[in-house]
């Protein structure tokens, strides 16, 4: 069982950046593709970035795609998404999400852990 917890939510103006964080629990953690995605009000959540179990290969919204940048430190068993130039449509509920598989994938149905999530709330 592998839990997940996310942080580095917050409050920001547009243009601002924030860093998230999600770190991991378990030995197997280098072994996980790791995922970032996002509920906004009242819309379904949809995908925003994913990274291989190497790191050596990420994926990308088209929304979000120039601006996030997905990482992993596996000595630390932890994700992050640094995210630059927000945008008041990037107000959500961010979650990160571990898959069994070791290469990425986009889709939330390959995804077997999930993270509570962290409010990420940008102000025009």
């Known amino acids: 069982q592998v839990q997940l917890v996310e942080s580095g939510g917050g409050l920001v103006q547009a243009g601002d950046s924030l860093r998230l964080s999600c770190a991991a629990s378990g030995r197997t953690f280098s072994s996980y593709a790791m995922g970032w995605f996002r509920q906004a009000p009242g819309k379904e959540r949809e995908f925003v970035a994913t990274i291989s179990a190497s790191g050596g290969s990420t994926s990308y919204a088209n929304a979000v795609k120039g601006r996030f940048t997905i990482s992993r430190d596996n000595a630390k068993n932890t994700v992050y998404l640094q995210m630059n130039s927000l945008k008041p449509d990037d107000t959500a509920v961010y979650y990160c999400?571990?898959?069994?598989?070791?290469?990425?994938?986009?889709?939330?149905?390959?995804?077997?852990?999930w993270g509570e999530g962290t409010q990420v709330t940008v102000s025009s």
């Open positions: 999400a571990g898959s069994r598989l070791r290469v990425f994938r986009t889709s939330q149905d390959s995804y077997d852990y």
